[in-house]
């Protein structure tokens, strides 16, 4: 593994169902987080972790969780899927949060197309 | 509120030069970030930006004044792969990323 991956790559599914998007990355990053990438918006920050055993609540966090058991792995859940959670999701990693020096950017992994019919 | 605008698109011909602008009002300011995405495929870093002045990096420069909580990204000799679309994020008081909707360049011949 060289950076960060996600799986699955897309993904449909039906309303109401449990999905896991999976992230994990080699680069002993501290600092994960999850965004959702929509048309004509801005990137939405879901959920973030700066250290492992730790998340915090982003800008768009309702109905989904997360977990930072380790270092490497940052799985997001969907508890039951709706149709509004149709997105591109991506997980990205830096240094440290807050940053340790300057710069501390973020590195992002290939994104997850899903679609909740 | 907390805003980052800037244009939705710009077209510019190969081995032009192009500015794309950002302004931004967010709660604190812990530096400023331009990153390139092409489509269907992950943003990736190209500049940070966190005291005022340009920063040159090969044939991409970015410029930041923060009392007009203002950016830009100017891309020099255009080439056919520039065409992507520009982000523009600021890290806010809480050391989260605030994110532009983003600027799709195209590059024409």
């Known amino acids: 593994i060289a950076g960060i991956t996600q799986a699955p790559t897309s993904q449909i599914l039906a309303a109401g169902r449990r999905m896991t998007l999976r992230c994990t990355q080699d680069?002993?990053?501290?600092?994960m987080y999850w965004y959702r990438q929509d048309l004509g918006l801005g990137l939405r920050l879901i959920h973030y972790?700066?250290?492992?055993?730790?998340?915090g609540k982003g800008e768009v966090p309702d109905g989904y969780s997360v977990s930072r058991a380790n270092t490497d792995d940052f799985p997001l859940t969907l508890a039951s899927a709706v149709p509004s959670q149709t997105s591109v999701y991506f997980c990205?990693?830096?240094?440290?949060?807050?940053?340790?020096?300057?710069?501390?950017?973020?590195?992002f992994g290939p994104g997850t197309r899903l679609t909740v019919l | 509120g907390q805003n980052i605008d800037q244009p939705t698109e710009m077209t510019a011909t190969e081995g032009a030069i192009v500015q794309i602008n950002c302004t931004y009002q967010?709660?604190?300011?812990?530096?400023l970030f331009w990153y390139q995405q092409h489509a269907g495929e992950a943003p990736t870093f190209l500049s940070y930006n966190v005291l005022d002045g340009l920063e040159e990096k090969g044939r991409f420069s970015s410029f930041l004044s923060r009392s007009k909580g203002y950016s830009y990204l100017l891309l020099k000799e255009l080439q056919m792969k520039d065409s992507a679309s520009y982000l523009c994020?600021?890290?806010?008081?809480?050391?989260?990323?605030?994110w532009g909707a983003g600027t799709k360049l195209i590059i024409k011949p």
């Open positions: 972790s700066n250290t492992a055993g730790t998340t």
């Open positions: 967010t709660s604190g300011f812990n530096g």
């Open positions: 680069m002993r990053h501290n600092a």
């Open positions: 994020a600021v890290m806010d008081s809480n050391y989260q990323l605030i």
């Open positions: 990205a990693s830096s240094d440290s949060n807050p940053p340790s020096g300057s710069g501390n950017e973020q590195f």
